[in-house]
């Protein structure tokens, strides 16, 4: 005869069940963040700058008012603003639980471990840096499918990731700023990028990408920053469609074996360009005369490529000119003569191992910045202007290797307190350096 008090094994079960489920509701719908926190706090060894998260201190709301950490209006933690901080260990997973996290920044600390999918949990995230850390082992592939829909910063910068880009990042489309720069990201990039069409900087130097540089990316129309130096790209063009990027402001292409072909062609709309890096490559053809006409330009950096004809003219009106950075190309003609007399900040000026002619500027330091000029082997001819013997602020004069003449003037060294370099070997030059 069964006894009417004895639980089947089954019904036990479905009271544990209905126990823990219960327990879950409790816990969704009264967070204790604070526990929550604290958890955290635990995980990472109870690191020093945490010391004021405490349980004495978790009075209703209190939480709110730990250092680094931001609520909204509802008392929900929205904002963990942990950048260096010495903080150690792997994102523990209780990090999950805060529901509203909008703002995660845990950069410049010794993050371990690999990317933490718990983060997926936070569908409000829109900001995550876990830049400078040690984190590591590949993305996960579906990274784009996990992280909530609203992510507009995605900072990893200077990590230990490997393995490819995942191409499911193409499904963060509110994407703004995706850095993943210096880790060891293998690969090509995926053409689905060009759906990211609010991205504003793409990030990705310094890693061992490879392949080409898609096309796509010139569909990128908010794109201001683009950065893809030093990755061993198989030998290919910059795709055109970059010199139509509008907006696009910064332009980092350099050490990644790019070749053939001249580098602009029609269609060139990036007006708004203030650095254009694509030194250490193979590229030939000339220097297109409408780099002169980027009125923001500040950093044109072009050294070590094969690139020949003459320096536009034009290259000497920019006023906002900085560095101009032309060393082992093919280059002749002359340096444009009023270099320097329209940029006012012009500092540095490199133009090494070519085979340019005629005179050195004599308005490189009338802006009063001017810092480095380095022309050795050269077929520079002429004396050295007046204004460069003048020149205050001189910390760098190479010209050695060149067909220079005339008297050494006599105020080259004086009144130049910076100087530390100057070399005027293998010239005609007559007289002496006191
Ligand atoms: C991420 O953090 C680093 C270091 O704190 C900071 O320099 C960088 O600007 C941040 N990145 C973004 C996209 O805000
Ligand atoms: C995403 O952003 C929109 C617009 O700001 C907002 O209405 C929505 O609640 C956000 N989604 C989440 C999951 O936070
Ligand atoms: C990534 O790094 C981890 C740990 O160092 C290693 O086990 C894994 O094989 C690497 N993956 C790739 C694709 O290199
Ligand atoms: C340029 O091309 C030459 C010959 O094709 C190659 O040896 C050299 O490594 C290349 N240089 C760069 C910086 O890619
Ligand atoms: C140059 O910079 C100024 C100041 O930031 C800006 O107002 C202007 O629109 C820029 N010009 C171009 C062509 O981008
Ligand atoms: C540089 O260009 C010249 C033609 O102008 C070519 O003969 C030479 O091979 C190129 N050098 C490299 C390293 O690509
Ligand atoms: C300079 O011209 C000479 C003679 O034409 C040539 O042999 C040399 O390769 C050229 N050097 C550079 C850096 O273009
Ligand atoms: C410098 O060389 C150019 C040709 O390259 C020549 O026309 C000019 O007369 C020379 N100037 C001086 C001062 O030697």
């Known amino acids: 005869m069964a006894t009417p008090h004895r639980a089947s094994p089954n019904c036990v079960l479905l009271l544990l069940v209905a126990c823990l489920l219960h327990h879950r509701v409790a816990v969704e719908s009264l967070p204790d963040e604070a526990g929550l926190l604290l958890q955290i706090k635990r995980a990472w060894g109870d690191p020093p700058a945490l010391a004021a998260w405490s349980a004495d201190a978790s009075a209703a709301g209190a939480h709110c008012r730990w250092p680094y950490v931001g609520c909204d209006s509802a008392g929900s933690v929205i904002k963990l603003a942990l950048a260096s901080a010495n903080i150690i260990g792997a994102i523990p997973d209780a990090v999950g ?27 409000s ?20 499918n996990g992280l909530g829909a ?13 393995g490819t880009i995942p191409a499911s990042l193409s499904r963060l489309r509110d994407l703004q700023h995706l850095a993943l720069g210096w880790n060891h990201l293998s690969g090509s990039i995926p053409k689905s990028m060009s759906k990211l069409q609010n991205l504003r900087s793409l990030m990705l130097q310094e890693n061992s990408l490879a392949g080409t540089i898609p096309a796509e990316l010139g569909k990128l129309t908010s794109l201001q920053e683009l950065g ?14 970059i010199w139509g990027l509008k907006k696009l402001r910064g332009l980092s292409l350099c050490e990644n074996q790019l070749t053939a072909g001249d580098v602009v062609v029609d269609g060139f709309a990036a007006m708004s360009l203030r650095m254009i890096d694509v030194s250490d490559n193979n590229l030939t053809g000339i220097i297109p005369e409408v780099f002169g006409h980027l009125r923001n330009l500040t950093y044109l950096l072009l ?30 003609g002359t340096l444009p003569q009023e270099l320097g007399k329209h940029s006012l900040g012009l500092s540095y000026v490199y133009v ?3 085979n340019l002619t005629g005179q050195i500027p004599q308005w490189l330091c009338a802006g009063g910045q001017f810092e480095q000029l380095g022309a050795s082997n050269n077929l ?20 050695h290797s060149n067909q220079l003449t005339g008297d050494i003037p006599g105020s080259l060294g004086y009144d130049m307190p910076l100087l530390q370099t100057l070399n005027l070997a293998n010239n005609e030059l007559s007289g002496s350096i006191c």
């Open 352 to 354: 090494e191992d070519n």
């Open 303 to 332: 050294f070590n490529n094969n690139f020949s004809g003459k320096i536009p003219v034009s290259i000497g009106l920019l006023p906002l000119l900085r560095i101009l950075s032309l060393s082992s190309n093919r280059l002749t």
């Open 380 to 399: 520079l001819n002429g004396s050295i202007p007046v204004g460069l013997a003048r020149c205050h602020t001189l910390q760098y004069l190479d010209l």
């Open 97 to 123: 639980g805060l529901s509203s996290l909008t703002h995660l920044d845990v950069s410049s600390n010794s993050i371990t471990g690999v990317f933490p999918t718990a983060l997926y949990h936070c569908h």
């Open 228 to 241: 893809l130096a030093n990755s061993p790209f198989d030998a290919g063009t910059i795709p055109p469609g």
């Open 150 to 162: 609203n992510m507009s910063t995605l900072d990893l910068t200077f990590n230990n990731f490997n």
């Open 125 to 144: 995230l829109r900001y995550l840096n876990m830049s400078w850390n040690d984190i590591g082992g590949e993305l996960p592939g579906d990274i784009g």
